[in-house]
């Protein structure tokens, strides 16, 4: 019902259009007897094949049980060559390579993808790989883009999809890909290792979790976000530790026994920060946050993550959030050290009257686009302009209904039009009252 007011709004379809839509039924009598396949059909069936070749049921990992170590790896390919690293327990491999003459014609995303599938099936083969939980990164999005959604409009990066599922249902893995920064690439050494330059990152000795922070929070990662935080949403800003997530972040504020011997909470709301959660674990974090406010809707709530392993949490907090923005690192708060851009998230509190949540209002939208058009270019004033922002923004609360639709939607103050005839009587009213109202200043006010 919603798409269709949102089509009949914006004039795609007409209201008559709607509601034979709305009151559509399906005749089970009235269905063709053939259908005309799409050429895509035949290979959904092969990959299904693949699927479901083994003669017993696959066992799906849902949670990998051999947790004494992760594996961590890099893969990048250049036009002319490919490279990839992976780190165990006791070594680092490396796989270095050259495309052939056929490959090289390819694009760059087919040439990512191909490199990060054949690194994992070659380390498969050689049984390296077994019910383990293994991150991939890659200064690649579009693989990340096509492995999290499981399929690609391209036939050929939708058979590497194919491959890379089937190689994970077959080693009872959990594959994480994660798009990371070309700098970091550099940094890395795989970049090197892509054009056969073994003297970058950990080829010359340097430990590959250095590189690799997964399980890393942005505080801890960066000492001058923290004040930059409090200096932008003021003093009342709430740090929550992991701890508080489940009692300080629903409002709870204490409670006491009453008379009977039943405990009873005592309810503040309050401004929160839910402390940075490693990219790894931020899912966690913003499940309990959307319990939180759907219970407690006077609270507002931040949540500020790396741009890393944004297949778990990014999706999640795009529903959630009221705006998201994305800090390049670029600033004193967040500098070039940190490679990956910076995401916080707003979830403001719940308005008493309609539009209820300030997310998706036309004011709203243009204002998030200048916000981040400053982070961009003035590391200076986009954090005075989002401070300002958020004030501004809290207190629609305390407003009337109509003030609060007028501040966030773009229309005239008066919806009513006057009649034709208080027009007349007014001007009558100037013309008897003469110098005494011009005076006064009021003759000027309701002619405006």
């Not at 006077?298 to 790396?306: A, D, E, F, M, W």
């Not at 243009?366 to 401070?387: D, V």
Request: proline fraction near 5%; charged fraction near 25%.
């Amino acid at each position: 019902m919603g798409y269709l007011e949102q089509e009949k709004s914006s004039g795609r379809i007409s209201e008559k259009e709607a509601e034979n839509l709305l009151n559509f039924k399906y005749d089970p009598t009235n269905r063709p007897e053939s259908v005309n396949l799409l050429p895509r059909f035949y290979s959904c069936l092969e990959a299904l094949t693949l699927f479901f070749e083994a003669k017993d049921p696959p066992i799906v990992t849902e949670r990998s049980s051999d947790l004494n170590f992760l594996v961590y790896g890099f893969v990048d390919a250049s036009k002319s060559g490919f490279g990839a690293s992976i780190d165990y327990n006791d070594s680092v491999r490396y796989r270095i390579g050259i495309w052939g003459a056929d490959e090289q014609s390819e694009s760059s995303n087919y040439r990512e993808f191909a490199n990060l599938v054949e690194t994992l099936e070659q380390e498969f083969i050689e049984k390296r790989l077994k019910d383990q939980i293994v991150i991939m990164a890659t200064d690649n999005s579009t693989v990340e883009a096509a492995i999290f959604k499981g399929n690609s409009t391209s036939k050929k990066l939708f058979n590497l999809v194919v491959r890379f599922k089937v190689l994970e249902l077959k080693s009872g893995c959990n594959f994480i890909v994660t798009h990371v920064s070309g700098v970091r690439m550099q940094l890395q050494g795989t970049d090197g290792i892509s054009r056969g330059n073994l003297m970058e990152g950990i080829s010359l000795g340097k430990s590959m979790l250095q590189f690799c922070p997964w399980g890393i929070s942005a505080l801890d990662r960066c000492p001058n976000l923290k004040p930059w935080l409090l200096k932008t949403f003021g003093s009342k800003l709430e740090i929550l530790k992991p701890r508080d997530w489940f009692s300080r972040g629903h409002d709870h504020f204490g409670g006491y026994y009453d008379d009977r011997g039943y405990y009873r909470l005592i309810l503040k709301s309050g401004l929160y920060l839910w402390e940075p959660p490693p990219p790894a674990a931020a899912d966690a974090a913003i499940e309990e946050i959307r319990k939180a406010r759907l219970k407690r809707r006077s609270s507002g709530h931040i949540i500020v993550i790396p741009k890393l392993v944004t297949t778990l949490w990014l999706k999640q907090v795009y529903k959630a959030a009221d705006i998201v923005l994305t800090i390049p690192p670029i600033h004193t708060f967040w500098d070039s050290n940190m490679c990956e851009s910076l995401v916080i998230a707003l979830l403001f509190p719940y308005s008493r009257s309609f539009p209820w949540q300030v997310r998706s209002t036309p004011k709203l939208i243009t204002a998030s686009r200048e916000m981040r058009s400053l982070f961009k270019e003035s590391p200076m004033a986009s954090g005075n302009f989002l401070r300002k922002f958020y004030l501004c923004t809290t207190r629609l609360l305390t407003l009337q209904p109509c003030v609060v639709r007028r501040v966030l939607y773009f229309q005239s103050r008066c919806e009513v039009p006057l009649p034709q005839s208080g027009r007349l009587d007014r001007g009558s009213a100037d013309s008897t009252s003469g110098s005494s109202k011009d005076s006064s200043g009021m003759g000027k006010e309701t002619q405006e």
